[in-house]
C-alpha cells in the first residue's frame, strides 16, 4: 500500500495551488491529499485533477481548508 502524499496550499494565491500539484498530478499515482482555502483553488486544484486524470474521490470541510483526497491508478 502505498503512502499519501499531502499538499497543503493554503494561503497561496492562484495560480500557485495548481502549480504546487500539477507536476506531481503528471508524475505519480495513488493517492494525493490537497488541503485548499478558497472556492478559486479549490475549483482550479479539482478541474486541473481531473483533466490529469485523477478522480476527486473525497471532499472534507475543515476549519480552515477544504481536503481533496484525489486518486488515479498506475
Do not use: F, Y
Request: proline share 3%; charged share 30%.
Amino acid at each position: 500500500m502505498s503512502e499519501t502524499r499531502t499538499i497543503d496550499t493554503r494561503g497561496l494565491s492562484c495560480p500557485q495551488p495548481v502549480l504546487a500539484v500539477r507536476d506531481v498530478l503528471r508524475t505519480q499515482s495513488g493517492t494525493l491529499e490537497v488541503l485548499v482555502d478558497t472556492g478559486t483553488s479549490h475549483d482550479n486544484v479539482v478541474r486541473t485533477a481531473k483533466r490529469e486524470g485523477w478522480q476527486v474521490s473525497e471532499k472534507e470541510r475543515l476549519e480552515d481548508a477544504v481536503r481533496l483526497v484525489l486518486t488515479k491508478n498506475a
